[in-house]
């Protein structure tokens, strides 16, 4: 045995025995190791190089193309007709293809139209896509199941949505008329914007002449989407809106600001136009301060009406006006839209708040807008942390989950350090001009809507000491003060009530020493010595949903809250 290994062993010249093998199986594992992380390399910089390409490519194609690694359906080409795992779609009209077929996919079939003539006798026609039609879809003819078959089948119009089996065509009833479906009050037609177009004088009694041709009723919506906020679901609601209405009423705010996107208003009949607003509070703050430039314009008859569909943090504009503290996707967009059609018209108070810094006597104050609340003490400092984190790490905080775990930690440190002691002592508080004697708060909060906090009725309280409903509309600030930190946490699950101190028109408040963190509506800062001065501004047109109440365990006399406009040219 001992010769048969001899040949193996070397020896050094330090007398140390070896084995040459070692250094090919060192080779290999090196080998191993390298070339597939090189290979991993060679593939991100080919994918990079492909996302560059493509969407140059989707920057010049008139379909709403995006790519997808897996398509959460069977899914057909409707170029080469064969079954897809990854790919693009469009999510306008829904076609779908192969990446070898994208570019004929895109010069041969065409997209859906945001502008056309009509047919002669003013009808829009189907526009027919083939295949990939949607899950439990039925058949407009036979009432039997669409797309069950193994292949590119049957066929959908992107306008009103009817479904039809490749043998039932032609048996349509309506033959080739589109109705535009149950939606057709909310989509502006394509042959609408045509007219629009033609029109030597535009004025807004030839639009409303225009309009009687799209029934009666016709309230077409404008969806106003951040695809920031919150749970990051703005670009996926993009996509299936388009799909539903006409592509040119759908508007992504991340690209166009909603003083842009809120022209098209100009183009509709006066007070005819609602707008759905999908973000949280400061997006919908954000479109308001866009519809007010619109009234320093002079367009008031075009003012909308505003919807709101909450994907931001806290959401208590949309709590107060019966939308929910959330939405996750647990309702279709059709039902979304359908609720767009049953919401009341209310009117809301919007407040200016002054922000004058002292000793700056040549600077000009401070201004900005107020729909929820302004507050100075812990939770203003606890939207700045939070605030801060997120401009550092924005790809973080892409869960409402994980956002609402950050304030609780940073509230939580709060109750341990106590930045905003003694808060009395540095503030003076004034209600319609009187002086208002302060007990020991480290916080003050002033509410024009009647929930805070991400779903606590503030003024309200609980226990033996209910207070009425706030009204939207009352011309009137509640404000209270919080004791700290923990009094916050106490009243969010109600076991603590907050210090009433008064309602008012006016509210002023002087910090005479030191810095104080502040916000309003949830944008926050560090504010030194100044005084704040809360006015009225205007009032907005709001809609409000009074199908269900937003808390599970109480009910509200909605009537109490704000009135209903049944004036016929509010609704």
Not at 163 to 191: N, T, Y
Not at 410 to 427: F, S
Request: with cysteine.
């Amino acid at each position: 045995a001992s010769s048969t290994l001899r040949p193996a062993l070397k020896t050094t010249r330090n007398g140390l025995i070896y084995k040459p093998h070692c250094w090919t199986l060192l080779f290999w594992t090196s080998l191993a190791v390298v070339v597939p992380v090189i290979i991993t390399l060679w593939c991100s910089v080919q994918r990079s190089k492909r996302k560059i390409h493509m969407k140059d490519f989707f920057r010049k194609s008139k379909h709403g193309w995006h790519c997808t690694d897996l398509f959460n359906k069977p899914t057909y080409c409707c170029v080469c007709q064969q079954h897809i795992i990854h790919g693009a779609f469009c999510d306008c009209c829904g076609v779908c293809a192969d990446e070898t077929c994208l570019r004929r996919a895109d010069r041969s079939l065409v997209c859906k139209e945001i502008m056309g003539p009509s047919q002669t006798d003013g009808t829009l026609e189907h526009r027919w896509v083939r295949g990939n039609v949607p899950l439990c879809s039925v058949c407009a003819v036979c009432k039997e199941q669409c797309g069950n078959q193994p292949k590119l089948c049957d066929f959908r119009c992107v306008w009103c949505q009817t479904m039809v089996h490749d043998d039932c065509k032609p048996s349509l009833s309506d033959g080739e008329r589109c109705e535009l479906g149950e939606f057709r009050s909310l989509i502006i037609p394509p042959h609408y914007l045509h007219h629009v177009n033609k029109l030597r004088r535009r004025h807004p009694d030839e639009y409303s002449k225009l309009a009687s041709a799209c029934g009666s009723g016709w309230t077409p919506v404008l969806v106003l989407a951040n695809t920031r906020s919150g749970n990051n679901m703005g670009e996926a609601l993009l996509g299936e809106f388009r799909t539903i209405l006409n592509p040119v009423q759908v508007f992504d705010l991340s690209e166009l600001p909603p003083s842009k996107a809120l022209q098209l208003c100009t183009l509709l009949p006066p007070g005819s136009v609602r707008v759905l607003v999908c973000g949280g509070d400061g997006t919908v703050g954000w479109v308001l301060d866009a519809i007010d430039t619109m009234k320093l314009k002079g367009q008031d008859q075009f003012i909308p009406r505003v919807m709101i569909l909450p994907l931001g943090t806290g959401n208590d504009l949309s709590n107060s006006l019966g939308w929910g503290s959330g939405y996750a996707g647990e309702i279709p967009v059709e039902q979304v839209l359908r609720n767009v059609l049953e919401a009341e018209v209310v009117k809301m108070d919007r407040w200016k708040v002054q922000v004058a810094s002292k000793g700056l006597y040549f600077r000009k104050p401070k201004v900005l807008s107020m729909n929820n609340y302004f507050s100075v003490g812990p939770d203003a400092l606890m939207a700045l942390n939070f605030h801060t984190h997120h401009e550092k790490t924005p790809s973080f905080f892409s869960s409402r989950i994980v956002n609402k775990a950050v304030y609780f930690m940073y509230g939580t440190k709060d109750c341990l350090v106590q930045e905003c002691k003694d808060l009395d002592k540095r503030i003076e508080l004034e209600l319609d001009g009187e002086r208002v004697a302060l007990p020991s708060l480290e916080g003050i909060i002033v509410c024009n809507i009647g929930y805070w906090g991400g779903g606590c009725r503030l003024w309200e309280g609980m226990g033996d000491e209910p207070y009425p409903p706030t009204r939207l509309d009352d011309g009137l600030l509640e404000v209270v003060g919080v004791f700290g930190s923990f009094h916050c946490a106490q009243i969010q699950v109600k076991m603590a009530n907050p210090v009433r101190l008064g309602q008012a028109h006016t509210v002023r408040l002087v910090l005479k020493t030191s810095r104080m963190p502040m916000q309003v509506d949830g944008e926050p800062w560090a504010q030194g010595p100044c005084t704040i001065t809360i006015t009225h501004k205007t009032q907005a047109f709001m809609l409000y949903h009074s199908a269900e109440q937003t808390d599970d365990d109480e009910t509200i006399n909605t009537d109490d809250i704000m009135p209903r406009l049944n004036t016929p040219q509010m609704i």
